[in-house]
T-cell receptor, first 112, second 114 residues
Framework: DQQVKQNSPSLSVQEGRISILNCDYTNSMFDYFLWYKKYPAEGPTFLISISSIKDKNEDGRFTVFLNKSAKHLSLHIVPSQPGDSAVYFCAASAGGNYQLIWGAGTKLIIKP | KAGVTQTPRYLIKTRGQQVTLSCSPISGHRSVSWYQQTPGQGLQFLFEYFSETQRNKGNFPGRFSGRQFSNSRSEMNVSTLELGDSALYLC?????????????FGSGTQLSVL
């Protein structure tokens, strides 16, 4: 049973436009959510996070939105740049349980 | 500051064999966690160690085991390898458990079981 789902395996976006990556979760105990970015042949790196007490968090070109009632979060990248081409993972944790539950990832391709 | 180092980078084994993977965390990091990544499945949590103690374990069979040494280096072992164990195994380190924003990953060990 996948508790964190990224239903789009890949997404192609024109350079300069907005990229929107989606993530759904089923466990209502999740209270902290993170996005990681992974380039080929490298490990994932932390990108941005959001606590369940917020509905939005911004960091430069990256914004994460959380809709608790829908158990849905999204990552917006504006404007999209070629260097943003990577696999993006959504991950969630539940309180003091020191375990991250990961989605399957979405491969973002930025077209010039 | 050196990053997380995983060895070997690639490994080919046959069914029934066992394998040991190594992870050297960032200097000063005491928490090490292991993940299995397979296509379409994302990262599956294997286990986490902090100060030589296993703090958390994922839902994997007992063939998967690990340990952490006093210098924080960690190893994971898979015995009686199965074809389905073919995956990228990632190690991550952080200063403390649950410090997700400061979780640093190695490049992984790509294991192929034939």
């Amino acid at each position: 049973d996948q508790q964190v789902k990224q239903n789009s395996p890949s997404l192609s976006v024109q350079e300069g436009r907005i990229s929107i990556l989606n993530c759904d979760y089923t466990n209502s105990m999740f209270d902290y959510f993170l996005w990681y970015k992974k380039y080929p042949a490298e490990g994932p790196t932390f990108l941005i996070s959001i606590s369940s007490i917020k509905d939005k968090n911004e960091d430069g070109r990256f914004t994460v939105f959380l809709n608790k009632s829908a158990k849905h979060l999204s990552l917006h990248i504006v404007p999209s740049q070629p260097g943003d081409s990577a696999v993006y993972f959504c991950a969630a944790s539940a309180g003091g349980n020191y375990q991250l539950i990961w989605g399957a990832g979405t491969k973002l391709i930025i077209k010039p | 500051k050196a990053g997380v180092t995983q060895t070997p980078r690639y490994l080919i084994k046959t069914r029934g064999q066992q394998v040991t993977l190594s992870c050297s965390p960032i200097s000063g990091h005491r928490s090490v966690s292991w993940y299995q990544q397979t296509p379409g499945q994302g990262l599956q949590f294997l286990f986490e160690y902090f100060s030589e103690t296993q703090r958390n374990k994922g839902n994997f069979p007992g063939r998967f085991s690990g340990r952490q040494f006093s210098n924080s280096r960690s190893e994971m072992n898979v015995s009686t390898l199965e074809l389905g164990d073919s995956a990228l195994y990632l190690c991550a380190s952080s200063s403390d458990p649950g410090a997700w924003e400061k979780l640093f990953f190695g490049s992984g060990t790509q294991l192929s079981v034939l």
